[in-house]
């Protein structure tokens, strides 16, 4: 009964977050990764989630392909996958809690430098993605969540809906995998991860599908809005993460 329980925690959280993840690009690690952290342990939950993550991204960026700015994917993809290889390296012996609560402040600093007037008017260039990707893959090899600390620049940068979803989504499913090679070599996939992974994979093409459907019915000044909770809930979940 208990095992019954878990899984049914899993599937729930993983579908509501892959939903999310459709509408705003981000939340679908925050919300799967401690219900798989409950049931399997933090040395198998992100590896995991990086299955279901890349499978995921691939879907919202091929439902959203129409407004991929590829200038922006190519200078992420330059910064990210070198830094996601090196910090999947660290991942198989660092304590993480203490980071983890840092990156819990961090989010919720950005979400209220948002609503500032310099941050308001703050404009992401586009060389800048080179040191966003490095940041984003550090923090995606080793908590298992790339996107909230990067949403805010690719919102500055005027991305914004479908366009945001779908850039964001190329460059997150990059840096997933080298994390998995590294992942799979240092033995932290086996036949059942890379099955279960394989499980939540569908569930992450259908929050993406969901989320698709739901974005057409979002104002774009609500989606906005959306953006700052999810980085001020993700904030407070990783600070009590732990």
Known sequence: ME????????????????????????GGGLVALPAIIWVL????????????????????AYLHKDG???????????????????ASLLFVSIDSAVIVR??????????????????RNFHMPLWGFMPLG??????????????PFA??????????ASAYVGTSSVG??????????????????DSRLILIGAGLSTLSVLGAYLGKLLLGRIPENTFATLITIILVAAGISLILKN
């Open 102 to 119: 840092l990156l819990g402040v961090l989010l919720i600093l950005m979400a209220l430098y948002t609503k500032l007037p310099m941050g």
């Open 172 to 189: 997150y499913g990059f840096i997933q995998i080298p994390k998995l090679i590294v992942f799979g070599l240092d033995g932290l996939l």
């Open 41 to 60: 342990g933090v040395k198998e939950a992100v590896p995991l989630l990086s299955i279901a993550q890349l499978i995921g991204s691939a879907s919202r």
């Open 3 to 26: 095992e019954l329980v878990k899984i049914s925690v899993v599937i729930t959280a993983s579908l509501i977050g892959f939903t999310i993840s459709g509408v705003v690009g981000i």
């Open 151 to 160: 949403t805010v620049f690719y919102l500055c940068f005027g991305l914004t």
């Open 134 to 147: 490095s940041a984003t893959g550090f923090i995606s090899a080793l908590f298992g969540v790339p996107g």
């Open 68 to 86: 991929i700015d590829w200038n922006v994917v190519r200078y992420f993809a330059i910064g990210s996958i070198p830094v996601a290889i090196g």
